[in-house]
């Protein structure tokens, strides 16, 4: 397994030499508690691991000096390592979400870590530290608290299928539980080009992706756009036989007639953004809507270039104003996700505009 890390570390400096890195130690004995540490981090590379000790989450080697520098925290040292200085630092139980909204808009993806069992209960069996398990993975776009969401804005995590026979998009908000694909009408534009529209109406909070299509230059500069929002994932996952079981097992049904008419490429993009959240969610998957088969043929088709230009959600400068924001005479979140999702996706049938 590759153990480099994706967020680099500014440099920090200790008392003696170099800190301790976690590669350094990660085949080593240290202490029982910190032997848990290493062994949650290697399963969780990807993720800056939020290790519940006592009334504070920790973290300890690269972890502690990215959070540290990005957060403004004192970053201290645990112990020593062949007498490097271990760094750490901490933030409290009861306000880690506040910072937890930080690091994720940042980009920065988390894994949080708890006490499985009281101290009482490890004594009982014999064990010389607590039972520690990762209970929850968090990245942009699985987040469910209120506090860390805009109540007027949806929260989407995307994930598309390309081939040259199509492309299927695949869309959900977990705290809502709405869930939507698309096949993506190709003719004679580009398929990038076709990808960027979409992209820009959804605004993506979190965008799944093959990691074969980084391949190719100009999905290379398209997903540049998106960084900080990017989840690279194996080209293995992205197919149909298991794309359907995931959502098999996921709606407990033995088809998906029932469903809809959904072209493969749909049931691909939805199957991977299903066992995605599955696996952010340590298998507890929230309740969702059955998936809403979206016709693209009535909406209007605005790139990302003139999107910006209009601002119509996002202003484009610090401090200005969007067409959301002046229009915004909503009361309820609902009321506001429904105007912003409206603005984004505005429709060219006339009768429907009238409706509305």
Known sequence: ???????TPEQTEFENNAPATFDEVKDKHISVAMDQYVKLKYEN???????????????????????SGALGLTLTSRSKFQDKEIPMCGVPFHAYELYLARLIKMGYKVAICEQTETPEEAKKRGAKAVNREVVRLVTPGTLTEDSLLNAKRNNYIVSFYARTTGIGLAWLDISTGAFFTELLNLGKTPAVTVISSALARLSPAELLIEDKLLEYPQYYSLFGEYKDRLSV????????????NTLLEAYKVKTLEAFGDFSRHELVAAGVLLDYVKNTQKGLLPRLTIPVHVVDDNLMEIDLATRRSLELLNPTTPGGISLLDCIDLTLTGIGGRLLAERIASPITNIREINDR
Do not use: H, P
């Not at 290790?51 to 973290?59: N, P, S, V």
């Not at 080209?235 to 359907?244: M, P, T, V």
């Open 1 to 7: 397994m590759d153990n480099t890390f994706i967020n």
């Open 45 to 67: 590379w990807e993720y800056l691991l939020f290790y519940r000790m006592g009334d504070f989450y920790e973290l300890f080697f690269e972890d502690a000096i990215t959070v």
């Open 233 to 244: 994932l194996s080209k293995s996952l992205f197919n149909y036989e298991s794309a359907q």
